[in-house]
């Protein structure tokens, strides 16, 4: 019973080709996010939806498009795949209230490989 | 500008000693700090946190300290158990920016036996 789950778990493509992450989370948090992670192990920020809206997009190229059709639900479409994006992508959710936001919970990550 | 930062990319203590974690940030707007642990192939699996009000938190075997005026804090687990080997992750956030936390770079720990 996976509290925030990703689909698919690996994903290998060719560069050009559009593609689309999916993600859900049953622990009824209010807030969803994708992070990045790169070659270097960084894990940075892409986007946040609270109750559906978009509240942070951290300069991610355009290609990216996050789309959430319900709190419980925040999926990643990519277009035009390149090289560059190979990466590991993580969908995490947390409760955020304002003064108190409880801690992120993350999903198993989804290795995109672009060839 | 790398905000938060963890200046050690391995570390490596024998079962039943202290491991030391340290991270150091440079926004003073940060008010909540967390650890996060992970395993190869899964995502990070949150361990501890803290809120800037408070300078330890502790549970367990893991105990955060944080130190505001130094913006350091670390993490120590005793004793260590080698089921603890594992890359941890440091993470700040400021509650007016949405929940979004911001990443140190990691230290990999390996706890031998």
């Known amino acids: 019973d996976t509290a925030v789950s990703q689909t698919p778990k690996y994903l290998v493509t060719q560069m050009g080709n559009d593609k689309s992450i999916k993600c859900e989370q049953n622990?009824?948090?209010?807030?969803m996010y994708w992070y990045k992670q790169d070659s270097k192990k960084f894990l940075k920020i892409m986007f946040s939806y609270n109750n559906k809206e978009l509240i942070i997009n951290e300069t991610v190229p355009n290609r990216f498009s996050p789309k959430s059709p319900d709190k419980a639900h925040l999926n990643l479409h990519i277009n035009s795949l390149e090289l560059g994006d190979s990466a590991v992508y993580f969908c995490a959710s947390s409760q955020v209230t304002g003064i108190m936001n409880t801690e992120a919970f993350f999903g198993q990550g989804t290795r995109l490989t672009v060839v | 500008d790398q905000q938060v930062k963890q200046n050690s990319p391995s570390l490596s203590v024998q079962e039943g000693r202290i491991s030391i974690l340290n991270c150091d940030y440079t926004?003073?707007?940060?008010?909540?700090f967390l650890w996060y642990k992970k395993y190869p192939a899964e995502g990070p699996t949150f361990l501890i946190s803290i809120s800037s009000i408070k300078d330890k938190n502790e549970d367990g075997r893991f105990t955060v300290f944080l130190n505001k005026s130094a913006k350091h804090l670390s993490l120590h687990i005793v004793p260590s158990q080698p089921g603890d080997s594992a890359v941890y992750f440091c993470?700040?956030?400021?509650?007016?920016?949405?929940?979004?936390?911001?990443f140190g770079q990691g230290t990999e720990l390996s706890v031998k036996p």
């Open positions: 622990l009824g948090h209010d807030t």
């Open positions: 926004n003073s707007m940060f008010d909540y």
């Open positions: 993470a700040a956030a400021d509650y007016n920016q949405g929940g979004k936390l911001i």
